[in-house]
């Protein structure tokens, strides 16, 4: 099994940042990869980013591509999300996820685990 926690979340205004953090522990060598993800009122949960563990290969939602950027690494057990350039329709609880697959990352079906969420609300 593998813990996620979320944290970093909070409310800004349109233009601003934010930094939102996820811990993982617990048997973490077990996946190869991790992601962002956001789940707006009324709406359905939505890919935002992941990060493979081999090579370290990102990619972005159009609707972040550059404004947010992803980091992180298995060995710190940590995955980061810089938001920048914050919208107000950016404005969702935001999700950790991990997985012990390599592909199809942008749909939330191919991970295993999932923290509890971090609100974020950018106000206009």
């Known amino acids: 099994q593998v813990q996620l926690v979320e944290s970093g979340g909070g409310l800004v205004q349109a233009g601003g940042s934010l930094r939102l953090s996820c811990a993982a522990s617990?048997?973490?060598?077990?996946?190869?990869?991790m992601g962002w993800f956001r789940q707006a009122p009324g709406k359905e949960r939505e890919f935002v980013s992941f990060?493979?563990?081999?090579?370290?290969?990102?990619y972005y939602a159009d609707s972040v591509k550059g404004r947010f950027t992803i980091s992180g690494t298995n060995a710190e057990n940590f995955v980061y999300l810089q938001m920048n350039n914050l919208k107000p329709e950016d404005t969702a609880v935001y999700y950790c996820?991990?997985?012990?697959?390599?592909?199809?990352?942008?749909?939330?079906?191919?991970?295993?685990?999932w923290g509890q969420g971090t609100q974020v609300t950018v106000s206009s």
């Open positions: 996820a991990a997985g012990r697959k390599n592909y199809a990352l942008t749909y939330a079906r191919m991970y295993d685990y």
């Open positions: 990060i493979k563990w081999s090579g370290g290969i990102t």
């Open positions: 617990g048997r973490t060598s077990s996946t190869t990869a």
